[in-house]
């Protein structure tokens, strides 16, 4: 009896940090071993890392007031399109307590944000993107957000993921002659 009652102890205490978050989710239950996906998760000890690596005191804030960020790429056509509808559904059935924020239906573009406020000061964001070049982007932010800097986060994280810096225009021209 007792090994019945911590099981269930175990189980009712651990479910709720285990699979509450929309990437788990669609991990778990949408991604085929058949069509990979990329999975970037960056957690509260790089955000901090992260604040304390830029000057920029605004992008500081942006990075203390996060909780998690965490990304889902493939560049596969069949599975970008595959994979924007699975991620739809599972939003539509299991995350809709989750308010669309923006919605963009263009001919070569799809984008879906959601948001959901757990409290006053934390929001959980879902991004879900399927560009022109039929790449699929899944991103899921949590923590404290400032919708005005957005923006400023999105071209950082480009610059972290890839390992870039501030090119200067000559170095712009450069990489530009070399893709050519």
């Given at each position: 009896?007792?090994?019945?009652?911590?099981?269930?102890?175990?189980?009712?205490?651990?479910?709720?940090?285990?699979?509450?978050?929309?990437?788990?989710?669609?991990?778990?239950?949408?991604?085929?071993?058949?069509?990979?996906?990329?999975?970037?998760?960056?957690?509260?000890?790089?955000?901090?890392?992260?604040a304390?690596?830029?000057?920029?005191?605004?992008?500081?804030?942006?990075?203390?007031?996060?909780?998690?960020?965490?990304?889902?790429?493939?560049?596969?056509?069949?599975?970008?399109?595959?994979?924007?509808?699975?991620?739809?559904?599972?939003?539509?059935?299991?995350?809709?307590?989750?308010?669309?924020?923006?919605?963009?239906?263009?001919?070569?573009?799809?984008?879906?944000?959601?948001?959901?406020?757990?409290?006053?000061?934390?929001?959980?964001?879902?991004?879900?993107?399927?560009?022109?070049?039929?790449?699929?982007?899944?991103i899921?932010?949590?923590?404290?957000?400032?919708?005005?800097?957005?923006?400023?986060?999105?071209?950082?994280?480009?610059?972290e993921?890839n390992g870039?810096?501030?090119?200067?225009?000559?170095?712009?021209?450069?990489?530009?002659?070399?893709?050519?």
């Amino acid at each position: 009896m007792r090994k019945v009652v911590f099981i269930f102890l175990f189980l009712f205490t651990t479910s709720p940090l285990a699979g509450g978050d929309f990437i788990t989710e669609f991990l778990n239950t949408c991604v085929e071993a058949k069509r990979p996906v990329s999975n970037v998760n960056i957690g509260r000890p790089m955000l901090e890392k992260m604040a304390s690596n830029t000057n920029d005191e605004e992008l500081k804030k942006i990075f203390q007031n996060l909780s998690s960020i965490r990304i889902i790429t493939t560049e596969n056509k069949k599975d970008a399109h595959f994979y924007f509808k699975k991620a739809n559904e599972l939003i539509a059935d299991k995350f809709s307590d989750y308010q669309e924020v923006v919605s963009v239906n263009d001919r070569n573009t799809k984008i879906n944000i959601l948001m959901k406020s757990k409290d006053n000061k934390n929001q959980d964001i879902i991004f879900i993107g399927l560009d022109e070049d039929d790449k699929l982007t899944i991103i899921n932010i949590t923590g404290k957000i400032d919708f005005h800097a957005i923006s400023k986060l999105s071209d950082s994280l480009n610059k972290e993921i890839n390992g870039e810096e501030n090119p200067s225009e000559e170095e712009k021209a450069k990489i530009s002659k070399q893709q050519e």
